[in-house]
Every structure is written in C-alpha cells, then in structure tokens.
C-alpha cells in the first residue's frame, strides 16, 4: 500500500500534464438559419451514461428555491423533505440510501462523516449556472479517486464570470419575497481583474417564520376518522446567511486554477413530527458551514493532464432540545476536515486513454453533551487509488473500466470495479445502447460506530452492485436534408436498473425502550425502470416551447430474512411509481425582452413508512402543480427581471415524510437587476 501510493505521489510531481477541458457535450450548441428563424441543436452527446442535466435559463424558470427543490425533477430520485423553506432536504438515488450519493460542488466533494448526509436545501439556485446527476459516475476518467467510488454522484457547478469585449464588471441585485413571511435578498457581483483573473462575490440572507396551515387528518383501518382538524405548523422558522466567493485565472490556453471559499450560517427550528394530534415545539438546529477549496489543472504535450484539488472544511452544528415530552438534548458538534486529491490522465493512442487517482481524507469529529457533561473526539483517515482506462473506437463504442482501492482507517482495504460501454450502430443518428456494472461501498459514518447508546464499532460496510441498461435516442432538425420553419430538438431515453445491497446498515432495537444498536442485517433488491423524453420546439415569431417528462416505476425489496414479517415488502417511502412534468413557452422579441409562463406537475405513488407493508403504515399518493410567469426586459444596459411564483396551486394536503405536513398553496415574488 505504502510503495503504491508512494509511486503515485511520485508520478504526479515529476510528469507535467494535459489539460482537456471538462466541458459537458451537452453545453457545446450550434446555430443555423431555417427560414429566418434561428434554431439552436445539441451536439451529438458523447456520455457513455449520459446525465441528467438541468442548467442556464432552464433553472430559472422552475419553481425551485434551492438545489433540492431542482432535483425533484430527476427521474430515479426520491428527496426527503420535512416541510417549510428550513425543513432538512437530502436525496435518495434509485433507492440505495443517501449515504451512497456523493454531493460535489464546483468538483470536491461535499462532505458529512458524522451521518453520511448532504442537506441540500442549503444550497442556493440563485448562483447555481449547472445541476447534474450521474448514475454510476462520468465518463471522463479524468477524475478524483473518490468519484469512482460511490452510486450516484450529484454535481453543483455554480456560475463563472463572463465578459464581453470592454467589461469589466457585472452585477446581480434580487429580491424575492413570499407566503410564510418569506425575505429572500440576494446580490452577486463579477469583477474582472486581468485578462487571466477574474473573481465573484454571491451573498443571500433568508427569512421566513414557517407558519402555514395544513390539515391533519387520519383514517382508521376500519375506515373510521380517528383525527380530523386544521392547524397552523409552528417552530418552522429560519434564519440564513450565504457569503461565498471564487477567484479563477486561467494563465494559459491549457492551464487554470480556482480559488473558492463558503460558509452558510442558519438558525432554525425543527417543528418536529405530528402524531397522536400533539405539536412539538422544542427542537433548535443551529448550523455553520465552511469550507475553503482550491483546483489546479494543466496540460504538456498534448497527452498527460493532470489535476489537484484541495480542500479544508469546518463544520459546527448545535442541537437543542427542551421539548419535555421526549428526552432533552443539548448536543454540540464540530466537524473538520482536509481532502487532498491528485490524479493524472495520459493519452496512449486517439483510442486509447488511462488515468490513475490518489484521495486522502482526514476527519475528525468532537461532540459534547452540555447535559451530562461529556466531551468525545473521534478521528478518521481515509485513502482512496483508483486506475481506469477509457477505449473510443471510432464513432461505434466506448468502452470504460475503472478499479478502485478504498481503505478506511484500520480496516481491510476493499476493491471495487466498475465497467462502462456505449454502443452507437449508427454514427449519424444519435442512437446509443449504454450499460454498466458497478460495486460501491458505503462505509459506517461516525453516528454509526459511535452514537451513544446505538453505536457500533464492528459494523462492516454495505455493499451495492448496480446494474443498468439504457436505451437513448435524440434528434433534431439539423439533421433535415431541407428547410423547416420549424426547428426542434426531441431527447427519449429508458433504462432498466437492478440493484442489490448486502450488509445493510439499520438500526435494531435491543430490548428496552429508547436503546437501540447499529446492525448489519439488511439486504435489499432494488429493480426499477426510468423514461425522461426532453422536447423543445423553436417556433417562428420568436417562441419557444419546451417539455420535460419523467417516470419511474421500481421495486426495492426488503430479502433479509425469509422469518421476518416484512420479507418481500417495499421497504419504507419508496414508491412504486412517480414523476414529473415541467413545460413552458417563451417568447423573446425583436429588441430582446424576454417573457415566458411555465407550469409543473410533481406525482409521487402510494408507499409504506415502515418495513411492513400494512394498512397502518400506508402513506397516500400525494402531486402538486406549480405556476410561474415571468418578464425580462432591457432598459440601456440594465435588464430587469420580475417573476411570479404559485406552488402548489390546487392547495393539496400532502406529505412527503408521513406526520411531517407541508405548505398548502403559497406564493413567491421576485424582482432582479442585472448590469
């Protein structure tokens, strides 16, 4: 272990690299003439597992306030909310647990070894240029070790500067207000230094006191009404501040390095779950996250690229509890960590390319117990190597192959492969045939080993083998030997996914009441289908109109233990089928004003929230429509932006986590200005 990562370090330091810029097929668009009307197409896609994408104009325009807001849209995602604009937001991939989607912003990782979850409801869209989800991982092998390693990886590229011939500085005033006492003010500022050095400044302060009413209502098995009543939620209120900056110098053709620093401040209460027509108001979560990270990149030759990244994160988190009703808590916690990545790529043949990646990741984990007075400090180190090879022969298959080495702490370093192809029998249709297996592990998290009174320290990590098969087929106009008033780009895909996790990490109850431990008992077989179809049609006159739809239908099944009541059962709030469906028609004129109304529609099926699948645990169907129409418009050089948002139109009574009610019909506004 020790020579390997010795040659590796060694190999990174002494051979000079080769930088191939990262930018996503899907961003490079091409122009024409049809008729005087301009069309704009994609390149054809060159991803052996192409991603789900949401980025630019197409953010915007959803009713969305924060990242988790935005992936509702995915196909194969179910996110875990629990009401209001602070409520605790985390993703769930093709139902292998959030712990195996990795979280990456602007390419590092974003990190939480004390649970394994990302709460992504602290991530704004106001300064998010580009939202992507990768089941299995990208297809650049030009990667940090990490990424090989998990499930499904969700990645945050915020906006980078861009100026025209003569500027010098941009900049972003908005306001957005709403239902709940919603203030939401935002600015962001890009200044351009040199002709290499630019940097930008985002800040945001949020607000809202998280009253709203909802009905509660519950129905015996008998079909009696046991509980019936409106209330107003209460101690769902936050308090939020986001200040971050970035400075990108780009000193060559082929070489660039990024500087970003963030923190995220936010006090907020936890209105807690509803159950017995009781209220809980005592939970407090107070949060500090911040985290400096750096990137270097460069090229020699036009063969050896290599990549660093660097990153430092500090991490506090207070818990207090004076709910009387269940046990106080008064719990400090203070996460550090530093992650270094180093990783190369070199281009043997045109055909042929290999890469080879060193991770190291130091955390530590301090908690206190302000109650009983109890100090613990826990520190972890972990080291990821990884080797892949990417083969492109000619225009008909990608062929990817990837091994890697995860080693945590003490414990025995496991390996893990992953094996990648994209089969195009036609080089002039963008028709492909894609398919990959890959095993991921998911080690025990701090809460895991350690939690007082459930921690586990002998627990093993859960492995996942995911199998997938997808079928993509896209067309444009472009393609058409003659003219056609009409320009149009259609996107059709549909996979079939089988997953398989072993060692299940649960929770088990060992015999009195409130004293639980970690186990490893579980195993789950997860089969699913997704269908996405993307459709924009550029209409004369100057309109638009475009249509996202997506499905997913998926089994995951409790297999642990044929004795066990719920063997065979959907295991809890995955639903057999969901989706979603977004359109809009904008309109741009003649002077450049730009105006548009979008709608979405949000379906999420019957599911159970406990292992067994009984008329007590069953969880109602729940959907929503949501509205925006928006105006732009350009006075000198200064655009002014105002949209009105509805969501949730038809006020459905609704819950994603059951007991945990969410906002009826509300409202938001929001004006900008933009220089």
């Keep these: 272990m020790k020579r390997l990562f010795s040659c590796i370090v060694v190999w990174g330091v002494l051979c000079p690299c080769v930088f191939g810029q990262s930018a996503t097929q899907d961003s490079l668009w091409r122009e024409f003439e049809v008729d005087e009307v301009e069309v704009t197409a994609r390149a054809l896609n060159k991803d052996i597992i192409v991603p789900q994408t949401l980025k630019g104009e197409e953010l915007k325009r959803l009713n969305a306030l924060t990242v988790a807001d935005a992936l509702r849209y995915f196909s194969g995602v179910q996110l875990k909310d629990y009401g209001g604009v602070g409520g605790i937001k ?19 990782p974003i990190g939480n070894a004390q649970n ?30 990490r990424e090989f390693g998990a499930a499904g990886n969700v990645y945050l590229t915020t906006r980078k500067p861009y100026f025209k011939e003569g500027e010098r500085v941009h900049a972003r005033v908005q ?82 390095w990024r500087l970003h620093g963030y923190n995220y401040w936010s006090e907020r209460g936890i209105p807690g779950a509803i159950v017995n027509n009781v209220w809980r108001n005592g939970e407090r979560l107070t949060d500090r996250n911040s985290f400096v990270q750096g990137q270097w990149q460069d090229e020699w030759f036009g063969r050896w690229t290599t990549r660093v990244l660097m990153k430092y994160a500090n ?130 998290t701090f809460n895991d080993l350690y939690y007082t009174d459930l921690g586990n320290a002998a627990l093993r990590p859960e492995l996942a083998r995911q199998h997938s098969v997808e079928v993509s087929y896209r067309v444009n106009s472009e393609q058409l030997s003659v003219k056609s008033k009409v320009g149009y780009d259609l996107n059709f895909s549909a996979s079939y996914y089988y997953n398989r996790v072993t060692d299940k990490i649960i929770a088990y109850p060992k015999g009195q009441q409130f004293r639980w431990t970690m186990l490893n008992l579980g195993e789950v077989k997860i089969n699913g289908v997704d269908a996405k179809a993307d459709i924009s049609l550029l209409l004369p006159c100057g309109f638009t109109l475009r249509t996202r739809l997506n499905y997913t239908y998926q089994t995951a099944i409790d297999v642990t233990d044929t004795r066990d009541s719920y063997y065979g059962d959907q295991i809890p709030y995955i639903p057999w089928h969901s989706g979603s469906a977004v359109g809009g028609l904008d309109w741009k004129s003649q002077r450049g004003n730009h105006y548009g109304v979008n709608y979405s529609f949000i379906y999420v099926g019957e599911r159970y929230s406990q292992q067994e699948n009984t008329v007590y645990n069953y969880v109602q169907p729940w959907y929503t429509h949501d509205l925006s129409i928006y105006g732009e418009w350009g006075v000198r050089n200064h655009w002014l932006k105002v949209m009105i948002e509805v969501n949730n139109l038809l006020g459905q009574d609704y819950e994603v986590i059951q007991n945990y009610p969410m906002p009826k019909q509300n409202v938001r506004c929001t004006a900008s200005v933009r220089y």
């Design 90 to 108: 985390t993703i769930n991939v093709r139902s292998m647990g959030s712990q195996h989607t990795a979280v990456y912003y602007n390419g590092l």
């Design 116 to 145: 394994g979850q990302v709460d992504l409801g602290h991530f704004s869209l106001d300064n998010m240029e580009e939202v992507q989800l990768y089941n299995g991982q990208r297809s650049d092998i030009l990667q940090s070790a």
């Design 175 to 256: 306001m957005r207000a709403g239902s709940f006492a919603l203030a939401n003010p935002s600015v962001g500022v890009d200044i351009k230094l040199t002709n290499q050095l630019s940097m930008n400044i985002d800040a945001e302060y949020v607000y809202s006191d998280g009253k709203y009413p909802f009905r509660y209502k519950r129905v015996l098995p008998n079909g009696e009404t046991a509980y019936d009543t409106t209330a107003v939620r209460h101690n769902g209120d936050i308090n939020a501040v986001r200040a971050e900056a970035g400075l990108h110098h780009y000193y060559s053709s082929t070489g660039f």
């Design 315 to 444: 991490d506090y988190t207070h818990y207090l509890n004076y709910d009387k009703m269940i046990l106080p808590s008064d719990n400090e916690y203070l996460q550090q960590e530093v992650y270094v990545s180093l990783a190369n790529k070199v281009e043997i043949f045109r055909w042929w390319d290999a890469s080879v990646a060193y991770d190291y990741q130091y955390n530590t984990l301090d908690r206190e117990n302000r109650l009983i007075d109890l100090e613990e400090h826990f520190i972890r180190h972990s080291h990821w190597l990884s080797g892949a090879m990417a083969f492109n022969i000619k225009e008909y298959l990608r062929l990817q192959g990837s091994v890697l080495m995860t080693a945590v702490d003490d414990n025995k370093p496991r390996v893990t492969p992953g094996v990648f192809l994209s089969l195009r029998p036609y080089p002039k249709i963008d028709l492909s045939l894609n398919a990959f297996y890959k095993q991921s592990y998911r080690y025990p």
